[in-house]
């Protein structure tokens, strides 16, 4: 009678975990088919990658506070959305990885939309366009054009849109971690060019005039640039296209627009 009490109680036992088991596999499985737009939702708040050192699209000021064209832009689309927006700091060529790896949610860093990233990332409606530009020393009388970066050296970054453009022009790229590093090491004469956003230089040149460089080259063709995310973040992206479409229709991109350039910067 004893081991048949034991056998009865074992079984209940077993009954029991197996029953909890299951509760906690459906939380889970509840959890993970939330959308991204549901989770940031619920949690209040929106992680977003940038780099905090590229000026003037995401810096810190002399107080120390991060900001630039791309922080208050997410800051505007996320204020309208009711979601906290936090930012992640990190460095360019580890970002995109980061976003692979779920350290945030979505990426703002003047990511440019190109087909490739189209086939495995979602990206929202664009935000800014603008042109790259060729920038070498003032005394350089070798380059001119993108056709004379064969067999010469510049600085990009890795997973940088510039860096493909330079190669395949025949350049050999010294891997950089940003723009502020690749002008120090063009201003040092360890590289011949580099390969930048036009904005970013005129914002350079203002910060630093004593830079001993030029440009020789401005694309034809602006570059378009969107938020970053993970495939599958559909609803999420619907909403932050809404809100941008809405900033542009009322005003509020215009304002942030000339507050960093002085012009509208969407085309």
């Not at 070498?136 to 997973?159: A, M, R, T, Y």
């Amino acid at each position: 009678m004893k081991k048949l009490l034991t056998l009865v109680l074992s079984a209940i036992l077993l009954l029991s975990l197996a029953a909890c088991g299951t509760s906690n596999d459906k939380g889970k499985e509840k959890t993970a088919s939330k959308n991204l737009l549901q989770q940031v939702k619920d949690k209040g708040e929106v992680t977003i990658g940038t780099e905090g050192t590229y000026a003037p699209f995401t810096f810190h000021d002399k107080a120390g506070k991060l900001t630039g064209f791309d922080i208050e832009i997410a800051e505007e689309v996320f204020k309208r959305l009711k979601i906290k927006p936090k930012f992640v700091e990190t460095k360019w060529d580890g970002m995109i990885a980061g976003l692979d790896a779920k350290r945030y949610d979505m990426v703002a860093n003047e990511v440019a939309i190109r087909p490739d990233r189209l086939q495995k990332y979602d990206m929202s409606d664009p935000y800014i366009a603008s042109k790259a530009v060729l920038i070498v020393k003032n005394d350089n009388k070798d380059i001119k054009s993108l056709d004379d970066l064969k067999g010469k050296k510049v600085g990009q970054s890795l997973d940088s849109n510039y860096r493909k453009i330079a190669e395949d022009h025949g350049a050999t790229n010294t891997v950089v971690e940003g723009f502020n590093q690749a002008i120090d090491l063009l201003a040092s004469g360890r590289i011949d060019a580099t390969l930048n956003d036009n904005l970013s230089y005129l914002d350079l040149k203002k910060q630093r005039p004593e830079l001993p460089i030029k440009t020789v080259y401005s694309e034809p063709n602006a570059t378009e640039n969107a938020f970053l995310f993970r495939k599958g973040s559909k609803e999420l992206v619907t909403e932050v296209n809404k809100a941008l479409a809405d900033m542009k229709k009322d005003g509020t991109y215009l304002k942030i627009s000339k507050k960093w350039f002085g012009t509208d910067v969407s085309k």
